[in-house]
């Protein structure tokens, strides 16, 4: 089994950064592609961004492009979202998610594994 360990969240005032990342154990070498979701009270969770473990396929929300870097450092088992510019629409709970195929997908049924959330707070 994968356990995922979302961390880094917190409170920030528009315009400030955050450093999420997420520590992977127990991963095998089919976990193959990662993203970050975020989900907003009464709505359904979305997909921010995504990348395959190889590096060959990213993929992000229009809303956070310029701003949002996902990166995944393979000796640590450790994918990273690093978010600039920070906009009260991007509060919420970010989820950290494992795939076990290669291709690159958003979907939250796609995903295998997912960590617990932490919590974004972007203050106006």
């Known amino acids: 089994q994968v356990q995922l360990v979302e961390s880094g969240g917190g409170l920030v005032q528009a315009g400030g950064s955050l450093r999420l990342s997420c520590v992977a154990s127990?991963?095998?070498?089919?976990?193959?592609?990662m993203g970050w979701f975020r989900q907003v009270p009464g709505k359904e969770r979305e997909p921010v961004a995504a990348?395959?473990?190889?590096?060959?396929?990213?993929w992000y929300a229009t809303s956070v492009w310029g701003r949002f870097t996902i990166s995944i450092d393979n000796a640590r088992n450790t994918v990273y979202l690093q978010m600039n510019s920070l906009k009260p629409e991007d509060t919420g709970v970010y989820y950290c998610?494992?795939?076990?195929?290669?291709?690159?997908?958003?979907?939250?049924?796609?995903?295998?594994?997912w960590g617990q959330g932490t919590q974004v707070t972007v203050s106006s």
């Open positions: 998610a494992a795939r076990g195929s290669s291709s690159l997908h958003i979907l939250t049924t796609a995903y295998d594994y």
């Open positions: 127990g991963r095998s070498s089919s976990d193959a592609a």
């Open positions: 990348m395959t473990r190889s590096g060959d396929s990213i």
